[in-house]
């Protein structure tokens, strides 16, 4: 595709419900990040993976919280037994070298817990 | 304290405005320095970076780093409507991976 997508855009789930956030990074891209971004903040860093292997997650904010990306593409970011504090958009990049200052972000997956 | 901070305004400004849009910071391992713009419902997207201290002009953007006062600005010139959005600082360490920090954004409005 021609940047990357992330789905579904909007979520709306129940205090202790499980959630699945999806991520298409830029074909080719070899490191993944997904970031936090609360409302009227600025993108906080979650975790970051290179191809398949998840080299940091120490911005995860609880054991809730677990990244995969099996075959070093599409990622997946799982959030069990939501809270309402876990409200927030949740937001995948990729850049194709580890080290490369370019970024690019998906649109977002919006989050809402009730 | 967190380590990037931003004013998060909001700034008004009249079409052809110079704007000035700032951020300190307080981990002198920051080396590399980018604002991303921010349009309302999408990601954001990156306008300019910056190694170590210095300027770096691109049309109408000049992104300047200061080290030694840990303060990184970005000034646009002319500024347009369509300039309106959230402007983002992120920074980065030599050995921290590729993770950002980012400030809290500052929102900006440019009235015509």
């Known amino acids: 595709g021609a940047g990357v997508s992330q789905s579904p855009r909007y979520k709306v789930a129940k205090r202790g419900q499980d959630v699945a956030l999806r991520c298409d990074p830029i074909?080719?891209?070899?490191?993944l990040f997904w970031y936090q971004q609360a409302l009227g903040q600025g993108p906080e860093f979650l975790t970051y993976?290179?191809?398949?292997?998840?080299?940091?997650k120490s911005g995860l904010p609880s054991d809730r919280f677990f990244a995969e990306r099996p075959e070093g593409s599409v990622s997946t970011l799982k959030i069990q037994r939501t809270q309402k504090e876990d409200s927030a958009v949740y937001l995948c990049a990729s850049s194709f070298l580890l080290q490369s200052n370019e970024q690019f972000f998906g649109p977002g997956t919006r989050l809402t817990v009730l | 304290q967190k380590e990037v901070e931003q004013d998060p305004g909001p700034l008004s400004v009249p079409e052809g405005a110079i704007v000035s849009l700032n951020c300190t910071y307080s981990?002198?391992?920051?080396?590399?320095f980018m604002w991303y713009r921010q349009y309302s419902r999408k990601g954001p997207e990156l306008l300019m970076y910056t190694y170590s201290s210095g300027n770096k002009e691109d049309g109408r953007f000049t992104a300047q780093v200061d080290k030694s006062s840990k303060y990184i600005s970005l000034f646009i010139r002319d500024s347009q409507p369509s300039d309106s959005a959230t402007y983002l600082c992120a920074m980065r360490g030599d050995n921290a991976g590729n993770m950002l920090t980012f400030g809290g954004g500052t929102r900006l409005m440019v009235k015509p």
């Open positions: 981990n002198s391992a920051f080396q590399y």
């Open positions: 993976f290179q191809n398949e292997a998840q080299l940091d």
């Open positions: 074909s080719g891209h070899v490191s």
